[in-house]
Nanobody, 126 residues
Framework: VQLQASGGGMVQAGGSLRLSCAAS????????VGWFRQAPGKEREFVAV????????VYADSVKGRFPVSRDSDKSTVYLQMDSLEPEDTAVYYC????????????????????WGQGTLVTVSS
C-alpha cells in the first residue's frame, strides 16, 4: 500500500492550497479517508474525514466551512481543499485510510486508521 500526499507549501494568510492523497495497492472504494495534522510541539489532530462513497463528511470545528474534502474513485485520490488559510493552520498534514465494511464515516481518532501517507507541510504566514 502506498499513499502519496502532495500539495503542501507556503502561502500567505487568506490564501488557498489543495492537498492530494493518491492511493495504490488497495481497493480505494473499501476505505474511508481522514485528514489529520500535526503542528510543531502539538499532538496530531483530526481535520476532516470522508466515507468510502464520498456521500458523508465530518469536519473539525476549526476548519468547518474552509476545508472541503472530496474523493475521486477513478483516480484513487482524495483531496483537501484549504481556503481562507490562517497561520494557525500551519502543520504537517497527513492522509489516512481506514477499511470500513459499509458507508459508515470513519471516526476522528487517528489510532483507528490502517494506513498513513508520509505527510505534506503547510506553512501559512501572517
Amino acid at each position: 500500500v502506498q499513499l502519496q500526499a502532495s500539495g503542501g507549501g507556503m502561502v500567505q494568510a487568506g490564501g488557498s492550497l489543495r492537498l492530494s492523497c493518491a492511493a495504490s495497492g488497495l481497493t480505494f472504494t473499501f476505505y474511508g479517508v481522514g485528514w489529520f495534522r500535526q503542528a510543531p510541539g502539538k499532538e496530531r489532530e483530526f481535520v476532516a474525514v470522508i466515507n468510502r462513497s464520498g456521500g458523508s463528511t465530518v469536519y473539525a470545528d476549526s476548519v468547518k466551512g474552509r476545508f472541503p474534502v472530496s474523493r475521486d474513485s477513478d483516480k484513487s485520490t482524495v483531496y483537501l481543499q484549504m481556503d481562507s488559510l490562517e497561520p494557525e493552520d500551519t502543520a504537517v498534514y497527513y492522509c489516512a485510510f481506514k477499511r470500513v465494511i459499509s458507508s459508515v464515516t470513519p471516526g476522528t481518532d487517528h489510532r483507528a486508521y490502517d494506513y498513513w501517507g508520509q505527510g505534506t507541510l503547510v506553512t501559512v504566514s501572517s
